[in-house]
Nanobody, 120 residues
Framework: VQLQASGGGLVRPGGSLRLSCAAS????????MGWYRQAPEKQRELVAT???????NYADFVKGRFIISRASAKNTLYLQMNSLKPEDTAVYYC???????????????WGQGTQVTVSS
């Protein structure tokens, strides 16, 4: 199982970016998915999560600006980031709780990270 994140880049303050994270490989099912971020010299922090049923949860610092969604048929997770601020600059990681086979326990998988830089 692999998670491949994409969509990062350089954007001006107030701009938008859309991150994607595609799960590939063979697995039985995907449970919760989420986005985390890590800025230089800071700990990784939760940005947003979404359950398999579509229930979302956001960190206070992105509420009203970011939207998390998933396309279950495509095994893909998205993060629409609007009104970006310089403090949003970080490496963004996707996470998914995946059950590899019908008889196995679920475990967390991480994508490789995609850099988001907000600067004028």
């Amino acid at each position: 199982v692999q998670l491949q994140a994409s969509g990062g880049g350089l954007v001006r303050p107030g701009g938008s970016l859309r991150l994607s994270c595609a799960a590939s490989g063979t697995f039985f099912g995907i449970n919760d998915m989420g986005w985390y971020r890590q800025a230089p010299e800071k700990q990784r922090e939760l940005v947003a999560t979404i359950t398999s049923g579509g229930t979302t949860n956001y960190a206070d610092f992105v509420k009203g600006r970011f939207i998390i969604s998933r396309a279950s048929a495509k095994n893909t997770l998205y993060l629409q980031m609007n009104s970006l601020k310089p403090e949003d600059t970080a490496v963004y990681y996707c996470n998914a709780n995946i059950r590899p086979t019908i008889g196995s326990w679920s475990r967390d998988y991480w994508g490789q990270g995609t850099q988001v830089t907000v600067s004028s």
